[in-house]
Every structure is written in structure tokens, then in C-alpha cells.
């Protein structure tokens, strides 16, 4: 399948064409707005993967004209704003899905496939024909349950004519499906592909599986033994876990040829600085500045460097800013600058890049002990965690706030007053609040007894070997995964529902929250951190798909519950509501101890347990009410 990737960042760009060519998708690229609007005018894609800030004509504006040149292909948006105003604006302007950078490789290409499952209409992975098997999510190819190896141009082969069963592909038709078009070969080239597809399929002891329409081109041959539908062959955990390392191994190596040109945009922004410092920074530098730094926010997390990334956003933010910076600003940009070099002169240091997991459990150090840190971040990897490290409280503040970590290893020893005590403090009002466990060699009684009057979860002491250390974070993680199970967040302009649903809801420990304006929307879910989302489909302002095709935009909330309930009952509305991803549409018509019980059976699919049957305690408020 060919994919059109449009992105002037190089470290970026470079990186997705390997990830994308290693999961042997054909891939084009244009560095810039109007080259790429050019090329999917004029050639054929599967997907377009779609960079919102380019030079000459940004990534809004592309997937405008194209939805108003009739363009049905499906296109995603990459982009570092992770507003719920920009997502809007960028599904709105067309686009079938918005990824925010960073962004975890592997979960872009679980993207990337559902949109084009989406476009053949097929929710499984594995296709067959005979003894073939096809695996789209591992890219790996059986014949008799032993593998066959094919090249790239072999896979799309294949894979071209497994999804279109029935569809004749004349030699031009493959080539521009197939070949890039710096590379257009004749259409011989096709024949001779075909030989070799054939040759190992035979070799394999499989039966001729293309043939040949003489006058037209080629097709899949029906089979013997046809199998209409594509049949699931290996464990969801085993695919998911081996493209994981694929894209792990892709980009750990295209960080390697692209290191020594993200520590030239570093230095870039330590040059501004200083410049900065001593009132000499020129508006030009400002903007080179700000522009590197906006590269840097996407570029460091696909690398796995997170914390880099947030520095680096922070950074971005105070130099767009079109004001004369005060002192306080211009000492806060040095050390931004100073903590990024750190943060890369660490990677420097162990010549490598760190593993990431979208779906990991994230811990957030909070220590100016690097050697420690590095040692719990290597094997935390074993562990199934994702560290960030911030050196300094100032730092980590700024980090919770912009991606709230699942845990907190907080060193309570920091120079001044505002230690680690004030920042426990402050991390007990949040809401939801984050586990904290102190990590101090301040083992006075005092001192534990202070982390426990302040709300920390565990006092550990310094030294501690890092097998006690993790053994701790993932036990406070087990406890906080069975105690959250348990939030819905109901948004409708009717308070009436969210109150009576609270009030049937509260015996069984599920806790609810009402939001009557959707415009604050965005801040209320992430600050509840909810199980479940229950959306009215009319309110002022931004309705319920708008609502629900933004919270699908978002990776981290890509498995959240989503039920609609709304008066409306045409099939199209109700179909609009599924396809912006809803999980069930429910009528208001219903009772509400009905609905209740809906609600509580979603919740108990992810772990939910109730304190009571629901079925009899809602029987009985039904009564009472």
C-alpha cells in the first residue's frame, strides 16, 4: 500500500519513512505544503500522513483543498498542538484522525492500519488464502505455517491483491500503487516481480495464487478452499509486542543517524539564550529559535527522550511570545535550555535510546541524582514502566501539568525552601491525585511521619537497591488500577441527568461528574481522568461527535467508554455517533435506572467491581424514586 508522508522536519520524516518501508508500506515524501498537495493531486495513495506546521502551504490548508477537490483518501494529522480547539480545527478541516506530537511509533502505525481497515471495511489482521497467511500488523508472511521471506515490492504484491480479491490491476495500475515516483520503472518490471511472487509461493508448496487476465493484467485467483473473510492467527499480545520491536529497532537507528543534527538544533537554542541573557537577541534569531524548538517537541518523543520533549515545548511557548521577556522569563529559558542539554548529553552517555511503550504505566523521578535515575529508568524497561526524569522541582511541575505521570519517585532533599515537602503538598490538592512515594535518605520519624500526614503513599529510604524501588512503584500502581475504575464523566446541558445518575451511581462507588458548558471539556476530562464518557449529542457550542472525535484523536484516551445518549433516533444520526467512535448510543427515552445499569456493566468489562448487585439496588432506588 502506498502512503504520501508530508513533513518538513528531517529527524522526523526520516524516521517515519523507515518505520512506515519497514512495514512494507510504499512511501513518497514532500517536505513541504504545496509539493505534497501537488503529488496527491496527481498520483494515487492509500493514506496521507499529514504535518500541520510546513513551509509555503501548512497541513490545514492542504486538507482543505484536497476534502474540496472531492479527495477521499484518508488523511492524519501530526502536529505538536494538543489543544482540543486545534484538534477540532484539524478534523474539521477534513482530516479521518489527529495525532499530537510525540508520538509512540508503534501506536502510529496501529493508526495508520485502523484507518486503512476502516477503508477496505475488514476489523481483523491476518488474511488467507489457502495455506498463505498474511499478518498486516507484523508484516510477516507463512506458507504451510513456515515462513516465507519476500522482498518489499513482493509483500505489496501480495498484500494489493489479498485486499482486492476481485479486482484486475493492469501493469501502470500496480506500478503507480506500487513504485515511488523518483523510481518509475516499465512495466516489465511488473511481470518479472509477479515471476518471483509465483516462483516462492511454489517453492513454498502453495498453488498458483495470481493469475493472469491476458489483455487486462493480473487477479487473485479464487481458491480451492476460499476463505471470504480474514481469520485471526496469532495472540493480539504477540503481534502488538512484535511490531513494538520493530519500530523500537527502526528507531533506534534512525536516532543514531540523526543525532549529531538534533544536538545542532540544542544548540541552536543555547545560542538564543545566551544571546537572550545579555539583551542582544535579534527577532530573527527569536523565531529560528522558536521554530527549532517547535521540531525539537516533536522530534525528542518519537525518539523515546519525553522529558526533552516537554523542555522543549516550554521552550517553544516563552520564545513565540511576541512581548519583551522579563528577567524571571529570560533566566527560566537558560535553564530550560541547560536541562535539554542534559537530558541529551545522558543519552550521549549510554549510546542509546530509551524504549517506549504508549500503554506503559509512566513514572516520573523527581531526583538530581542522575546515576540513579539512569539505573531505575534501564530496568524499569523490564518492568513494563516508562521513566521521565525532571532534576529540579520547577521542572517537574511544569511536567505533571503538561502530561500527568501514573506514579511519582519524589526525592524530598532539594536546596531552598521550596522542597520536595511543599511539592508533595501541593500534588495531595490535585484531583485526581498522583501516588507519590518519597525516596529520601532522611529516615528520621519525623520526616515519615510528615509523608504520611501530607498524603504520600510509601516512605523509602535511601540507599535502596533498584529491584525494592520498582517493586514499590508497581505496587502502588496495582492498588491505584483497582481503586480508579470507578468515574464517569457525563457531559449534557440537562445537570438533571448528571445529579440523578450521581445518585443511583454513589452506592456502588462509581463517581460522578456533570458538565453542563462543553467548552470547558478538555480541562475537566483530564483533570477526572474518567472510565467512562456519557455525551448528550445537542449542546451549545461544540455538540457530542465533535467531542467524541476529539477524545479518538487523542492516543491516551484511545480505549476510553464512550456511550452517546441523545431523543434522536434516525439510523443516520445514530451512525454518525459510531462512526466518530462511539462505543453505544443510548436513548433518553430509557429509565434511568436502566441506564445505570448499563453504565455499570461497561464499567465492570474494564475491571470495575461494584460494592453491591446493581441489578436489585438499582430495582430498589427505582422504587424509591
Request: with cysteine; glycine share 6%; proline share 5%.
Amino acid at each position: 500500500m502506498k502512503i504520501l508522508l508530508i513533513e518538513d522536519d528531517q529527524p522526523t520524516s526520516s524516521a517515519l519513512v523507515e518505520l512506515l518501508t519497514a512495514q512494507h508500506y510504499a512511501v513518497n515524501l514532500a517536505m513541504d505544503g504545496q509539493t505534497g498537495l501537488e503529488l496527491a493531486r496527481d498520483s494515487a495513495y492509500d493514506l496521507i500522513l499529514l504535518g500541520v506546521m510546513l513551509p509555503n502551504l501548512d497541513g490545514i490548508r492542504v486538507c482543505q483543498q484536497l476534502r474540496a477537490d472531492g479527495y477521499q483518501c484518508p488523511i492524519l494529522l501530526l502536529s505538536a498542538n494538543a489543544s482540543s480547539g486545534d484538534r477540532i480545527i484539524g478534523l474539521e478541516a477534513g482530516a479521518d484522525d489527529y495525532v499530537v506530537k510525540p508520538f509512540d511509533p508503534p501506536e502510529l502505525i496501529a493508526r495508520i492500519r485502523a484507518l486503512l481497515r476502516r477503508e477496505r471495511a475488514s476489523a481483523d489482521s491476518v488474511l488467507t488464502w489457502e495455506t498463505v497467511q498474511f499478518d498486516t500488523v507484523t508484516s510477516e508472511v507463512t506458507c504451510n505455517g513456515q515462513p516465507l521471506r519476500l522482498t518489499h515490492k513482493e509483500y505489496g504484491l501480495l498484500e494489493l491483491f489479498l485486499l482486492n480479491p476481485k479486482r484486475i490491476f493492469s501493469r501502470s495500475a500496480i506500478l503507480d500503487r506500487l513504485w515511488d515516483f523518483a523510481e518509475p520503472p516499465g512495466e516489465e518490471t511488473v511481470s518479472t516481480h509477479i515471476k518471483c511472487l509465483r516462483q516462492k509461493l511454489k517453492a513454498a508448496g502453495a498453488s498458483d495464487l495470481i493469475e493472469t487476465v491476458y489483455g487486462l493484467g493480473y487477479r487473485l485467483r479464487t481458491p480451492a478452499q476460499a476463505a471470504e473473510t480474514p481469520v485471526l492467527a496469532l495472540g493480539k499480545q504477540k503481534r502488538e509486542a512484535a511490531a513494538s520491536q520493530r519500530a523500537a529497532t527502526t528507531t533506534a537507528r534512525v536516532w543514531e543517524k540523526y543525532r549529531d543534527n538534533i544536538l545542532a538544533q540544542v544548540t541552536v537554542l543555547e545560542t538564543a539564550a545566551r544571546a537572550l541573557t545579555a539583551g542582544q537577541l535579534t527577532p530573527s534569531q527569536q523565531q529560528h529559535a522558536q521554530q527549532e524548538a517547535h521540531k525539537l517537541a516533536g522530534s525528542l518523543g518519537i525518539f523515546g527522550f519525553m522529558a526533552g520533549s516537554h523542555l522543549a515545548r516550554e521552550l517553544e511557548a516563552l520564545l513565540q511570545l511576541e512581548t519583551r521577556l522579563e528577567a524571571a522569563q529570560v533566566q527560566h529559558v537558560s535553564q530550560l535550555v541547560a536541562s535539554l542539554q542534559q537530558v541529551l548529553a545522558q543519552a550521549q552517555a549510554t549510546a542509546t535510546m530509551p524504549e517506549t511503550n504508549a500503554y506503559a504505566p509512566s513514572l516520573l523521578i523527581i531526583d538530581d541524582d542522575l546515576l540513579l535515575a539512569e539505573r531505575v529508568r534501564i530496568e524499569a524497561i523490564a518492568w513494563g514502566l516508562r521513566v521521565e526524569l525532571a532534576t529540579d522541582l520547577a521542572v517537574a511541575r511544569k511536567a505533571i501539568a503538561q502530561v500527568p505521570p501514573d506514579a511519582i519517585l519524589l526525592d524530598l532533599n532539594f536546596p531552598g525552601a521550596d522542597n520536595g515537602f511543599t511539592l508533595l503538598r501541593e500534588l495531595m490538592q490535585r484531583s485526581p491525585p498522583i501516588p507519590v512515594l518519597a525516596f529520601t535518605g532522611q529516615g528520621d520519624l519525623a520526616s515519615r511521619l510528615a509523608v504520611v500526614r501530607l498524603g504520600g503513599c510509601v516512605f523509602l529510604q535511601k540507599p535502596l537497591p533498584t529491584y525494592e524501588i520498582l517493586k514499590a512503584v508497581t505496587n502502588v500502581l496495582r492498588q491505584t488500577q483497582v481503586q480508579h475504575h470507578n468515574r464517569v464523566l457525563v457531559v449534557d446541558d440537562d445537570g438533571a441527568i448528571a445529579a440523578n445518575l450521581a445518585h443511583l451511581l454513589q452506592p456502588f462507588g462509581v463517581e460522578v461528574t456533570g458538565l453542563s458548558d462543553p467548552h470547558q471539556f478538555w480541562e475537566i476530562l483530564t483533570a477526572t481522568m474518567p472510565n467512562l464518557l456519557l455525551l448528550d449529542l445537542e449542546m451549545p457550542g461544540f455538540n457530542g461527535v465533535d467531542l467524541c472525535q476529539a477524545v479518538r484523536s487523542d492516543p491516551k484516551w484511545q480505549q476510553l467508554t464512550i456511550l452517546f445518549l441523545s431523543t434522536h433516533t434516525e439510523a443516520a444520526i445514530v451512525d454518525r455517533a459510531f462512526t466518530a467512535g462511539a462505543d453505544d448510543y443510548l436513548f433518553k427515552a430509557m429509565a434511568a435506572t436502566e441506564l445505570a445499569t448499563r453504565i455499570i456493566h461497561r464499567l465492570k468489562r474494564s475491571g470495575f467491581q461494584p460494592t453491591a448487585s446493581p441489578s436489585s439496588q438499582l430495582a430498589d432506588k427505582g422504587q424509591a424514586t
